[in-house]
C-alpha cells in the first residue's frame, strides 16, 4: 500500500501531496538481476498473450522471463470481427478466460514484475500468442520462436479445408469423401451449382432408402422417428399423419431414373452422349419432385404402390454404395449445414433440410456472395450416439516443421455432448451442435439419460470404458484412433503447399471429428488456437497436460532428444529431400565459345559481263544425278585435280546451263571423272553475251567483283548438282545428245548462250572424233 503523508503548508507555498514508493528490497533486486542477466544470456526471454498461465508457470520454471507484451489502447476485436483467412477460424477462448487474465496479473508476484521491467528493453526469443497475426513471423530471427505458421488458414477455415481436400489425390492414394463429409462453397457459382445437383441426388437416393426402410422390414427409420415423438418435448411440431393423402408411385421412377443415370456418369457409360443432352429431369419437374419429397419425408405422406419398387430400389441402393462412401451416414432427412467461414465456436451455424430456403438464404445475404466465406456441407444424419444423445471428438496435434513434415499426435482427448436427444426432425442447435460455448446457455433434457455428465463432457478414457461395457473396448484402438491419425495427415499433406515452413516455429491444432455409426471417424474442422479453458472438471485436467507436453516437445526435445514426451507420439516425419552440396564460389561452367564466321574466300573461275548471269526462272525441273559423289574427302584440292585433269578436253554445253540451290547440310566438293564432260577453259571464253549467229571478239573484258563472281570452290557453300540438257539437236549433228547429270548445290545460276561460234565449231569436230557417248 502507498503511503501518504500530509505535510502542513508553508507560508507562500501551494499544499502539495508527497508520495512514498515502496521500498525496493535489496536482496530480491539482486537476485532479479542475476536472474535476468542468465536469462538474457541464454536467450531466454519470452513474451506471452492471452490467458496462458500454464504456459507462462512452465517457461518460468525453466529459467524463462517474460518480457510483457503491451496492453492495447482498445480492446482486441473479437475472433468473429476478424475476417481474415488467416485468424479467423481458431477455437478463441471464452469470455470468462479473459477475466482470468486481469486476476491473474493483479496477483502476480513482485519478483516476476520486477524482472518483467529489467528486461523490457530485451528481444523475446519465444511468442505464444492467441492470433496468428500479433507477431509477424516473417521478421523474426532464426532463433525465435512463435506457435503459429503463417498461411495456415488453407486448411484452418472452413473454405480452405475444403478446397484442400480436393487436392488429395495429387497427394496420397486415398478419397477424401471417406472421411470428410461433402461440402462446397456458397459463393462460388460452379460449387453453388454442383451443390444444387447434390442436393437433388440426395433426395433421390433417401427416397429410395425410404422406400427400402419401410416396405422391406427395416424399422431404423421407424425406431429414429419413435424416439423423436417420445422424447421431443415442444423441440419441434409433432408430425402431421396424412392417412387420406398420398403422392404418386412416379416419384420413385424418376428417383429411380436419375440415380440410374448417376451411375451411368461414375462407371463413363455417358462419354459419347453430347453437352446438349437433356437432363433427367427439367427444373419444374424438380421442383414437383423435391415438394412431394417434403411431404413424405417431413410429413408422413404415403407413396401409392410403394411396396412393388422395393427390390428395384435396393439393386440400385448396392451400386450406390460401391461408389458413394457417404451414403450410409446421409440419412432420410437431407440436412445440410451452412457454416460461416469467419467465425468459430459454433456461431453462426444453421441446419436446413429444404432446398429453396437455403438458395434463398444465399441470394438475399449479399456478403455470401462476395467474400465466398460461407460453405454449406452435408450434415451426418446417422452418427453414433450415447444413450440416444449426439457427441463429437475434440483432439489435439501439434506440428513441429512443414519442410518436412512433422506431426505429433497427442494420446488424450475428449467428448463433447449435447444438452438434448438426438433427432433429426428438429434442427435445434441445442440438438446438433455440441460446442461447449453452445451447450452451456441451454439446461440438460429431463428426459436425459443420467448417465451422461452434468457438464457434457467425458474424457476419452471414459469413452473407452463405455465401450468395453458393451463389447467393443477394441474399437478406439482398431479404428478410431488409426483413422484420426490418417486424416490429420492426409489434410496436412494438401496444404503443406501453402503453409510458410519455419524451422523454429510450432502450432498446437485441435480437430473436431464425428463418428459414424461403423465407428469411423469423420473430420469436422480443424482449429488453429484451441481453446484452452479450464470451463470443466475433464479440460481442467486435460488442458494444462497439454500444454505442459507441448512445451517438452519444443522446448526440452530441442536439448535432449531423448527426453519424455509426455502425451505427445510422433506419427509422421516426412522424408527429407536431399539438398545439392553448395561448392561456395568454385563454381564451374562448361561450354564452348562461339566464333565469328570468317570471311568467305572467293576463287575466279569464270570471268564475264556480270549481266550475263541471271537467275532462272523458267526451268526450275527437278534434277536427277547420275554420277554423284559422297564422302568428305572430296575436298578443294582432289577438285581442283580433277579440273585440270580434264581441262584439256572439250565439250560444247546446249543452250543453258542451271545451278539449283539445295537446302542441307554443307554438301560435297564437286568431283568429276574423266569420263563426264569438261567445262571449257575460262581464258578461251567469249566475254560478251553470245547469240546464236553474231559473235563480237573485239568486245574489251570486263571482269567480275568477288560480290557477283560465281566459283566452285568457295569454303562455305559447294558445287552439288549440273544439269547438262541440250535443249535442241544441230543439223551437223547424226545422232542425239544424252543427257548427263551431276549434283550441284549452291549457287543457282543460269548461264544461257555464253559460247562463242568458233566455240560450237570446235565442239563439234571434238564430237565426230569422240564419238557421242564421249559426252
Not at 580433277?642 to 581441262?647: C, D, R
Request: proline content about 6%; glycine content about 4%; hydrophobic content about 30%.
Amino acid at each position: 500500500m502507498h503511503q501518504h503523508m500530509q505535510v502542513p503548508p508553508l507560508e507562500g507555498r501551494a499544499r502539495c501531496n508527497y508520495v512514498n514508493l515502496p521500498l525496493i528490497n535489496g536482496d530480491r533486486l539482486k537476485t532479479a538481476k542475476s536472474l535476468v542477466d542468465k536469462a538474457i544470456k541464454e536467450k531466454k526471454v519470452f513474451s506471452v498473450q492471452g490467458p496462458y498461465p500454464v504456459i507462462r508457470a512452465g517457461l518460468r520454471a525453466r529459467g524463462w522471463v517474460e518480457r510483457r507484451l503491451p496492453r492495447p489502447s482498445v480492446p482486441w476485436p473479437r475472433r468473429h470481427d476478424l475476417e481474415t483467412e488467416a485468424t479467423d477460424e481458431g477455437d478463441s477462448s471464452d469470455d470468462d478466460d479473459l477475466g482470468e487474465e486481469g486476476k491473474r496479473e493483479d496477483e502476480a508476484d513482485d519478483l516476476y514484475d520486477l524482472m518483467s521491467r529489467l528486461v523490457r528493453n530485451e528481444t523475446a526469443y519465444f511468442y505464444w500468442t492467441t492470433r496468428r497475426d500479433s507477431v509477424d513471423s516473417r521478421s523474426l530471427c532464426k532463433d525465435q520462436m512463435t506457435n503459429h505458421y503463417a498461411k495456415a488458414g488453407s486448411f484452418t477455415t472452413k473454405v480452405g479445408l475444403c478446397m484442400s481436400l480436393r487436392s488429395l489425390q495429387w497427394f496420397d492414394a486415398a478419397d477424401p469423401d471417406t472421411f470428410f463429409p461433402r461440402c462446397y462453397r456458397l459463393g462460388a457459382e460452379d460449387d453453388k451449382h454442383a451443390f444444387i445437383e447434390d442436393f437433388r441426388r440426395t433426395a433421390c437416393t433417401s427416397l429410395l432408402k425410404y422406400v427400402l426402410e419401410n416396405y422391406a422390414g427395416d424399422s431404423e427409420w421407424k425406431r429414429t422417428r419413435e424416439v423423436h415423438d417420445a422424447k421431443s418435448h415442444g423441440l419441434s411440431k409433432p408430425r402431421k399423419q396424412h392417412a387420406k393423402q398420398k403422392v404418386g408411385s412416379s416419384i420413385i421412377d424418376n428417383a429411380l431414373h436419375v440415380c440410374q443415370e448417376y451411375l451411368n456418369s461414375l462407371e463413363h457409360c455417358d462419354i459419347d452422349m453430347t453437352s446438349e443432352t437433356t437432363p433427367p429431369l427439367s427444373e419444374q419437374q424438380w421442383d414437383v419432385f423435391l415438394q412431394n419429397y417434403y411431404l413424405v419425408i417431413h410429413e408422413g405422406v404415403r407413396i401409392e404402390g410403394c411396396a412393388d419398387y422395393v427390390e428395384r430400389c435396393k439393386c440400385v441402393l448396392e451400386q450406390l454404395r460401391c461408389f458413394c462412401p457417404q451414403m450410409e451416414t446421409d440419412g432420410l432427412c437431407n440436412i445440410w449445414i451452412i457454416k460461416p467461414g469467419a467465425m468459430s465456436r459454433g456461431r453462426g451455424i444453421m441446419c436446413m433440410n429444404k432446398l429453396d430456403e437455403i438458395m434463398s438464404l444465399v441470394d438475399t445475404d449479399h456478403g455470401i456472395m462476395n467474400d465466398s466465406k460461407w460453405v454449406v456441407q452435408k450434415y451426418l444424419e446417422q452418427p453414433l450416439l450415447v444413450h440416444d444423445t449426439k457427441f463429437d471428438v475434440r483432439q489435439w496435434f501439434l506440428v513441429t516443421d512443414w519442410n518436412p513434415l512433422i506431426v505429433w499426435f497427442y494420446r488424450e482427448c475428449y467428448l463433447r455432448f449435447s444438452t438434448q436427444p438426438y433427432s433429426t426432425h428438429t434442427l435445434d442447435s441445442s440438438v446438433h451442435l455440441c460446442n461447449n460455448s453452445i451447450q452451456k446457455h441451454f439446461q440438460p433434457s429431463p428426459d436425459r439419460n443420467p448417465s451422461l455428465p452434468a457438464e457434457c463432457m467425458w474424457s476419452c478414457s471414459q469413452f473407452r470404458s463405455w465401450l468395453a461395457a458393451s463389447g467393443r473396448g477394441d474399437l478406439w484402438e482398431g479404428v478410431v484412433v488409426p483413422g484420426m491419425k490418417k486424416a490429420v495427415i492426409q489434410t496436412l499433406l494438401t496444404a503443406q503447399d501453402s503453409v510458410e515452413p519455419r524451422k523454429a516455429s510450432f502450432e498446437l491444432y485441435g480437430a473436431d471429428f464425428m463418428l459414424g455409426r461403423d465407428f469411423r471417424p469423420w473430420l469436422l474442422e480443424i482449429n488453429a488456437s484451441p481453446t484452452m479453458a479450464p470451463s470443466t472438471g475433464v479440460t481442467a485436467r486435460l488442458c494444462p497436460a497439454v500444454q505442459e507436453d507441448t512445451l517438452r516437445v519444443v522446448l526440452d526435445r530441442r536439448c535432449d532428444r531423448n527426453t519424455h514426451t509426455g502425451g505427445f507420439q510422433l506419427i509422421y516425419k516426412q522424408a527429407a529431400v536431399d539438398v545439392p552440396q553448395y561448392v561456395g564460389v568454385n563454381l564451374l561452367v562448361e561450354g564452348t565459345s562461339v566464333r565469328c564466321p570468317r570471311a568467305p574466300v572467293y576463287k575466279p573461275l569464270i570471268q564475264s559481263h556480270p549481266h550475263l548471269l541471271s537467275k532462272s526462272s523458267s526451268h526450275r525441273s527437278s534434277l536427277i544425278s547420275s554420277h554423284c559423289i559422297s564422302g568428305k574427302e572430296n575436298q578443294s584440292e582432289d577438285g581442283k585435280k580433277a579440273w585440270t585433269t580434264l581441262s584439256s578436253r572439250k565439250v560444247m554445253l546446249e543452250k543453258s546451263l542451271i545451278f539449283h540451290r539445295k537446302l542441307r547440310k554443307r554438301p560435297h566438293r564437286l568431283v568429276l571423272p574423266s569420263t563426264c564432260c569438261v567445262l571449257p577453259n575460262p581464258a578461251e571464253l567469249h566475254p560478251q553475251k553470245l547469240s546464236l549467229t553474231h559473235a563480237q571478239p573485239n568486245h574489251p573484258p570486263t571482269h567480275r567483283t568477288h560480290s557477283n563472281l560465281p566459283s566452285l570452290y568457295r569454303p562455305t557453300p559447294s558445287l552439288d548438282v549440273i544439269n547438262l540438257r541440250p535443249r535442241q539437236t544441230l543439223a551437223s549433228n547424226r545422232y542425239k545428245h544424252e543427257m548427263h547429270t551431276v549434283n550441284i548445290s549452291y549457287p543457282v545460276l543460269h548461264v544461257q548462250k555464253y559460247l562463242s561460234l568458233n566455240h560450237r565449231q570446235a565442239m563439234d569436230t571434238f564430237t565426230e572424233r569422240e564419238g557421242p557417248n564421249s559426252s
